[in-house]
């Protein structure tokens, strides 16, 4: 059965009827839904978002066409894993950035480029991003990070070391940040 889907999935990606391939991965803080596209990864849904929403989301935004097919998402999960056992520093993915624009998308590039162990505040990201007075978009545009981890939007700090939000709970927050020896002062 699984060797007819990957055939299957295969000739779809050959086709060009495959638009959005998914596939499910294990985390220590559970389990993440993982979607690319030919361009690269368009989205990381973290263990307490609705898996089928995100999906209908993506069929919505991105393509109808989407199919689950791990085979295409097996670097994906070796890099995450890599990654949650401490030894990965740089995701080296295809980014596909189609699900943010504007102040967002410059804000999340930004979000990208900050390295493994350390931290910026959402007035650095806002700066980067353009517009130093913009630190409530620069929150929003962490907050709605498509691609959390790989977009390290956890490295993303108030002024001072609080914490501020997370998508996938503070205690996730918090455990990234220790994985990566960092600190937070909450």
Not at 65 to 73: I, N, S, T
Request: hydrophobic fraction near 40%; include cysteine; charge should be neutral.
């Amino acid at each position: 059965m699984k060797a007819t889907l990957d055939r299957l999935t295969a000739h779809a990606a050959e086709e060009g009827l495959l638009d959005v391939a998914y596939a499910k991965a294990a985390s220590p803080f559970g389990p993440l839904l993982l979607a690319t596209t030919p361009k690269g990864l368009v989205r990381v849904g973290l263990p307490n978002q609705d898996a089928d929403e995100l999906l209908i989301d993506l069929a919505e935004r991105v393509s109808p066409r989407v199919l689950e097919a791990p085979v295409q998402l097996d670097e994906v999960r070796r890099e995450l894993d890599l990654y949650f056992e401490g030894k990965l520093k740089r995701f080296d993915l295809p980014i596909d950035w189609q699900l943010s624009e504007g102040f967002r998308l410059r804000v999340q590039r930004a979000i990208a480029r900050i390295p493994y162990g350390e931290t910026r505040s959402y007035t650095e990201m806002a700066t980067s991003a353009g517009n130093e007075r913009a630190v409530r978009a620069a929150g929003t545009a962490c907050g709605r990070n498509p691609i959390p981890l790989v977009v390290p939007c956890h490295r993303v700090l108030r002024t001072g070391g609080a914490l501020g939000g997370y998508g996938g709970g503070l205690p996730m927050k918090e455990g990234l940040l220790e994985l990566e020896g960092i600190r937070s002062q909450n």
